[in-house]
């Protein structure tokens, strides 16, 4: 579960700076970016909650 948490943490980083560049600069390649990482964002959160569940058992 920790590995999954540092993996949420270093991407939603990621995501954020790069939806930042898209929405303070228009930057379309830094939306890219931010699109693909909340796709992974939602793999991993999901990922968390099952970890979380299977814990707290």
Partial sequence: MEKTFAQ???LFDQFSKDAS?????GNKAAGTRAR?????LEKLLKRFRKESL???K
């Fill in 8 to 10: 949420i943490s270093e």
């Fill in 21 to 25: 560049l898209q929405v303070e600069k």
């Fill in 36 to 40: 693909k990482a909340s796709l992974e």
């Fill in 54 to 56: 299977e814990a707290s």
